[in-house]
């Protein structure tokens, strides 16, 4: 009895051993260039370390507490860590308020939600042993805008339990939502969208089915065509936008419908220096830089 043997003839097995030889090499190849590019932008960051402690926005910028935070979650994304981690939290620390709880921009400014909201996220970054209960509560009482409760609530979602007294913030951003259940003036924006649903997904809270999977779509429609999203202010696509309708995405536990061309975006947007600008051939900020390391990171993220 004869043994059939099935040949591809079409495509010969050596050919096949030699193309996935190629597709093991090819990807060998990019993880040396990301890696290459992380190491860049690592070295970048490292420059703005100031002598106060922290981190500048920029080379000889100034350091305060939105930049440290920026940078020390920065460089965990890229594989990296602060030198002086101890230094990044004493900086922290000296912009706290003990009479309101609040933190201010840097030492002895005025507090405030945003730089309090950020403080929280660094110490949490830097694993600080600091009590931010006062500040919780700071934040609960002085958030009164969209912007403000959005990164309230992030900054809670760093010290978990969120606060219940946030209930009614959720209740009524869900409540603006436009007829086709997204958000934003018209047809909706990716913008206002993925602030939304990131704002109300980071305190465990859900839509409706019906309407997450209409957020889901519509956020992952809407890439454009030069792989990332687009700012409805300016009207060009940019960092900022990209990061906070990327962050909504992964929270969907979904991903954008292009990841490719957006890591390819993302590469145009990262300059000689090693930093990252808001938008290609533009200059490079520690916040931009913090942005694109964490979109790359949950476009390496399994769901």
């Keep these: 009895m004869m043994t059939k043997i099935t040949r ?11 193309a996935l030889l190629s597709v093991i090499c090819f990807c060998l190849l990019c993880s040396t260039v990301a890696a290459q ?4 932008a690592v070295t970048w960051i490292e420059q703005l370390e100031h002598a106060q402690g ?3 926005d920029r080379p000889k910028g100034t350091v ?10 920065a460089l965990g994304y890229f594989g990296s860590k602060p030198k002086k981690p101890a230094d990044c939290e004493k900086f922290i620390i ?5 009479q309101t709880g609040g933190f201010a921009a840097s030492p002895k400014g005025k507090p405030a939600v945003v730089p309090t909201a950020v403080a929280l996220m660094g110490l949490k970054a830097l694993n600080s042993k600091f009590d931010i209960t006062k500040s919780r509560t700071y934040l609960v009482q002085n958030a009164h805008t969209f912007e403000e409760r959005r990164l309230a609530i992030a900054g809670m979602e760093a010290f978990p339990p969120i606060p219940a007294e946030v209930s009614p913030w959720l209740t009524t951003v869900k409540a603006s939502a436009n007829r086709f259940g997204v958000f934003g ?6 913008w206002d969208t993925g602030s ?8 465990g809270s859900q839509f409706p089915k019906s309407q997450q999977d ?9 890439q454009t065509d030069d792989g990332g999203y687009w700012n409805p202010t300016t009207k060009t696509t940019d960092l900022a936008s990209t990061y906070r309708v990327v962050r909504a995405i992964h929270l969907l536990k979904a991903k954008p419908k292009d990841e490719n061309k957006m890591k390819s975006w993302l590469a145009k947007c990262q300059n000689a220096d090693g930093g990252f600008g808001n938008a290609p051939k533009q200059p490079s900020t520690i916040s931009a830089t913090y942005q694109a390391g964490i979109i790359l990171h949950w476009l390496a993220t399994k769901n």
């Design 8 to 18: 591809n003839i079409l495509f010969p097995v050596h050919f096949q051993n030699m």
């Design 37 to 40: 590019e992380a190491s860049k």
């Design 94 to 98: 000296s912009c706290f308020d003990p």
């Design 196 to 203: 939304v649903a990131a704002m109300v997904l980071r305190t």
């Design 64 to 73: 305060s507490v939105m930049s440290t935070t920026a940078g020390v979650r």
């Design 185 to 190: 003036p018209e047809m909706g924006t990716t």
């Design 54 to 56: 922290g981190y500048t």
């Design 214 to 222: 209409i957020i889901a779509n519509f956020l992952i429609t809407g």
